[in-house]
């Protein structure tokens, strides 16, 4: 039985990498610069969008200030080198995406998605050390390099007119499937289990919002949908990392005790 639940994790991503090549091209929605925020103030074109990335620099680095310290304890050591990609792909997100809302277009969305997916690639790598109790290091850099290689395949398909968002997409879905499962697979304690799995559910939300920027912004106004991505997706990131720090910290009052 857990021979089997092992393999579970590489069952879904076979699963899921084969319904992307199946279903074909995934285009870029022909609307998707017109956001709702078209709010000027201070001189700031769309400001509630460009605004509410400051959280993403914040959070990164306050959890850089708490986890990089204890950066070799083993409660940390194998996850370190994605979760360090993590904290690095959050804070350059904040100034990619603020330059994007600025004068949102194709050319700067490209700045936009590369930092997101730095941080989708080491949120994954640092989960995997840690379940696997591994080092996390060569696969921080193979998801990095892929999460790049996305980026560029989108944009240069984009240009040739035939716009492909699938290595991307991919990239952002597979935490969604993998971090559970590894995280059950390998039996972390609970408590972290559900921590993830609510930053995660919340993370959800907000690409729910992003999908109906306009809905509710014409139902609240401001913030509009795609404010209100931004904020929760802080707020998953500022949840996966106080995780990080509690683990930290009680395994130090541990081996207090001890």
Known sequence: MNSIRKHLPAVGIALITGMAVLHGPVAQLPNYHQFA????????????DVLSNIGFALIAIWGGWQLAPDREHPALADG?????????????????????????DNVR???????????????LAGVWGDTHQRSSRSLTIILGLYGVASV???????????????PYLLLQGLP?????????????PSSERWTFAGALLIYLIAKLAELNDHEIANLLGAPTGHTLKHLLATAAAALILSCLIQRMRSEKLSNCHA
């Open 37 to 48: 925020d078209q709010m000027t103030l201070f001189g700031i074109p769309h400001f509630c």
């Open 176 to 188: 969604m499937l993998l971090i559970p499962l590894w995280q059950w697979v390998y039996r972390t």
């Open 152 to 166: 560029a395949w989108w944009y240069i398909s984009e240009l040739a007119g035939n716009g492909d968002l699938r």
């Open 109 to 123: 969305l490209v700045w936009d998605r590369l930092p997101i997916t730095l941080a989708c690639a080491g949120l």
């Open 80 to 104: 370190w080198s994605g979760y360090r990609l993590f904290l690095i792909g959050l804070f350059l997100t904040a100034f990619g995406s603020s330059y994007y809302h600025l004068e949102p």
